[in-house]
């Protein structure tokens, strides 16, 4: 696609559910990133990878957190037994290659009532 | 862990008018980038510095990089309402060069 496509937009899911969100980066790009982030505030780190490995993940939250991009292209982030506290916007990026432009997704708002 | 902070957090200035917003690390920095957001939508990347002492123009917009690598500011000449958003700036931490991470961002609103 032409741009970095997240889905879904918006997900509403009760609390001890789990949630799983999907990231589809510009095609051919190789460095893939997960961030949250809290309205009116800076992206914050959860993960990142580099075609399909998962090259740092030291943002994530607690064991509940987990993602994978198995074939290089399309990765999703899982939430395991939601909580009220993991409602956030969930925004992919992806680039070429690492440390070039970074373009981001509209992102996921994801509710957990 | 490297920490970015932005000044002001929130800035509302009438059109025409000039502004600065600043970046500030107690760290050193290989790059810093600045990125716009506006409402409902993604940062997108407005620059990148990366030598100390560097200034980048991109129209009406002039980005710095400090001397020492440790902060950058933008500055705006005559704001326009279409600036309205919100300025983040980013980078790279030293100990996990792909781990980029951003500052709280500062708000702009450009009244008409």
């Known amino acids: 696609g032409a741009g970095v496509s997240q889905s879904p937009r918006y997900k509403v899911t009760k609390r001890g559910q789990d949630v799983a969100l999907r990231c589809d980066p510009i095609?051919?790009?190789?460095?893939l990133y997960w961030y949250r982030q809290a309205l009116g505030q800076g992206p914050e780190f959860l993960t990142y990878?580099?075609?399909?490995?998962?090259?740092?993940k030291s943002g994530l939250p607690n064991d509940r957190f987990s993602a994978e991009r198995p074939e290089g292209s399309i990765s999703t982030l899982t939430i395991q037994r939601t909580e009220q506290r993991d409602s956030a916007m969930y925004r992919c990026?992806?680039?070429?290659?690492?440390?070039?432009?970074?373009?981001f997704g509209q992102g996921t708002r994801l509710t957990v009532v | 862990t490297q920490l970015l902070e932005q000044s002001p957090q929130f800035l509302s200035i009438q059109e025409g008018e000039n502004l600065t917003v600043y970046c500030n690390s107690s760290?050193?920095?290989?790059?810093l980038q600045w990125y716009r957001q506006e409402p409902g939508e993604g940062p997108v990347l407005l620059v990148t510095?990366?030598?100390?002492?560097e200034v980048k123009k991109l129209k009406r917009l002039t980005f710095q990089f400090g001397d020492a690598r440790k902060d950058s500011s933008l500055h705006i000449t005559a704001a326009q309402p279409g600036d309205t958003g919100l300025y983040l700036c980013?980078?790279?931490?030293?100990?996990?060069?792909?781990?980029?991470?951003f500052g709280p961002g500062t708000s702009l609103s450009v009244i008409p």
């Open positions: 980013a980078g790279p931490q030293k100990t996990s060069y792909d781990k980029v991470i």
């Open positions: 510095v990366v030598t100390g002492g």
């Open positions: 095609s051919g790009h190789v460095s």
């Open positions: 760290s050193v920095f290989s790059s």
């Open positions: 990026a992806s680039s070429h290659t690492r440390n070039t432009e970074a373009f």
């Open positions: 990878f580099n075609y399909e490995a998962q090259q740092d």
